[in-house]
């Protein structure tokens, strides 16, 4: 079945900092691949997608390549600001449906 | 455009009693929608998948009976958590999909709604 891992957190980093959170994934076929992100007391936001391998989603500094050689779909940014502090889920579609992983919780320090 | 609100935001009840979850799509038609559960530190674990005039279809270890899921327009999804117990007590999040869209398409999320069973 489809699967999602990422990187267990909490991660917590200095203001402008570098960042990376891990993803991988198992599918059957070509899935979509997200990042969503959930701000203290919201619900999930589309953060950015990738529809096909080497596909780059890209949206508020964060990028993540899919990767279809290593099932990879890492989350990167190059400055990390207060206000990116939140829980990142990684996720994949496959027809209908999101498989989510577990989330990983991002804090960022002045 | 495309938002998702729920209501209420939170609530708490007790044992015993039902409770009903309303998720609206504002701004757009939802063929479908989505209900996820969320446990504290966990991720989103799908509950259910909710097309407009049609029975829910519910993943494998959700009862039925228990959670009854209702998508009488392409606006509105109802979930109602009937006999609640404390186990029930969770973050549940709903979801819609836009009926233009194709299989591979975006789903926007509610805000959730935070249960708390006594």
């Known amino acids: 079945g489809n699967s999602v891992t990422q990187m267990e957190g909490p991660v917590t980093l200095s203001e402008e900092a570098f960042l990376t959170i891990n993803c991988t994934y198992t599918?059957?076929?070509?899935?979509?691949l997200f990042w969503y992100v959930q701000y203290p007391g919201e619900g999930l936001q589309l953060l950015l997608k990738?529809?096909?391998?080497?596909d780059k989603g890209s949206n508020k500094g964060f990028e993540a390549t899919y990767r279809k050689e290593t099932t990879s779909f890492h989350l990167e940014k190059g400055s990390v600001q207060v206000s990116d502090s939140a829980v990142y889920f990684c996720?994949?579609?496959?027809?209908?449906?999101?498989?989510f992983g577990k989330g990983t919780s991002l804090l960022v320090t002045p | 455009g495309a938002v998702v609100s729920q209501h209420p935001s939170w609530v708490i009840c007790k044992s015993g009693t039902s409770v009903k979850i309303e998720c609206r799509s504002l701004?757009?038609?939802?063929?479908?929608m989505f209900w996820y559960r969320q446990f504290p530190k966990q991720s989103l674990m799908l509950m259910a998948t909710?097309?407009?005039?049609?029975?829910?279809?519910?993943e494998q270890g959700v009862e039925k009976d228990k959670f009854l899921i209702n998508h009488a327009s392409l606006t509105l999804s109802t979930l109602t958590v009937t006999s609640a117990h404390p186990e029930d007590s969770s973050f549940y999040i709903c979801?819609?999909?836009?009926?233009?869209?194709?299989?591979?398409?975006?789903?926007?999320f509610g805000p959730g709604t935070r249960l708390t069973v006594l």
């Open positions: 979801s819609a999909r836009s009926r233009l869209a194709g299989p591979q398409d975006t789903q926007y």
């Open positions: 599918a059957t076929g070509y899935p979509s």
């Open positions: 990738a529809t096909k391998a080497d």
């Open positions: 996720a994949l579609q496959s027809g209908y449906a999101l498989n």
């Open positions: 701004d757009f038609q939802a063929t479908t």
């Open positions: 909710s097309n407009e005039g049609s029975k829910a279809t519910y």
